[in-house]
Antibody, heavy 115, light 110 residues
Framework: EVQLVESGGGLVQPGGSLRLSCAASGFTFNTYSMNWVRQAPGKGLEWVSYISSSSGTIYYADSVTGRFTISRDNAKNSLYLQMNSLRAEDTAVYYC????????WGQGTLVTVSS | QSVLTQPPSASGTPGQRVTISCSGSSSNIGSNAVNWYQQLPGTAPKLLIYTNNQRPSGVPDRFSGSKSGTSASLAISGLQSEDEADYYCAAWDDSLNGYVFGTGTKVTVL
């Protein structure tokens, strides 16, 4: 069974940084592409970033380009999202998702950007 | 910013059939597979339909998907109270080099 557990969320001031982690289990992590998707309070889903299995291909949404960095450690079965220069509009639940015939989702971690 | 357009709401009585549309363009739905997700209140999204019309194991056959040109649809037949949720379509967009989600549709069982 696919299991994805996000962590690292919390309260951060505008302009601050945060690093999210996603621990994967139940599948061969190093053979799957992964994504981060976020959902602002009361809003819809917004794709944030994609990384291929070998980290050779990476994409970002325009809204986070230059501020967020996706990475993975296949030896640790882990996915990361480094978030810098955070803004109030980055406040959301952040989900990691395995990319194979649709997304398999974690439970999410809440990031709140506020002073 | 959502690139795929869905109606904000849909409703029906138990047992009825409800259809949700998802309108896109040639760079997303027109050239890539469509997936549908169900999000029950307070929970993470769950894959409902993949590759336009395929159901993952465990998803009831009351749920079905279709795609034609730059649009897709999700149908729920035999509507049940536990189907009250938000539903999202999604597809890869070749122009944006990223996934795009629909605006979301809230289904209410009357």
């Amino acid at each position: 069974e696919v299991q994805l557990v996000e962590s690292g969320g919390g309260l951060v001031q505008p302009g601050g940084s945060l690093r999210l982690s996603c621990a994967a289990s139940g599948f061969t992590f190093n053979t799957y592409s992964m994504n981060w998707v976020r959902q602002a309070p009361g809003k819809g889903l917004e794709w944030v970033s994609y990384i291929s299995s070998s980290s050779g291909t990476i994409y970002y949404a325009d809204s986070v380009t230059g501020r967020f960095t996706i990475s993975r450690d296949n030896a640790k079965n882990s996915l990361y999202l480094q978030m810098n220069s955070l803004r109030a509009e980055d406040t959301a639940v952040y989900y990691c998702a395995r990319d194979y015939l649709g997304f398999s989702w974690g439970q999410g971690t809440l990031v709140t950007v506020s002073s | 910013q959502s690139v795929l357009t869905q109606p904000p709401s849909a409703s029906g009585t138990p047992g009825q059939r409800v259809t949700i549309s998802c309108s896109g363009s040639s760079s997303n739905i027109g050239s890539n597979a469509v997936n549908w997700y169900q999000q029950l209140p307070g929970t993470a999204p769950k894959l409902l339909i993949y590759t336009n019309n395929q159901r993952p194991s465990g998803v009831p056959d009351r749920f079905s998907g279709s795609k034609s040109g730059t649009s897709a649809s999700l149908a729920i037949s035999g509507l049940q109270s536990e189907d009250e949720a938000d539903y999202y379509c999604a597809a890869w967009d070749d122009s944006l080099n990223g996934y795009v989600f629909g605006t979301g549709t809230k289904v209410t069982v009357l």
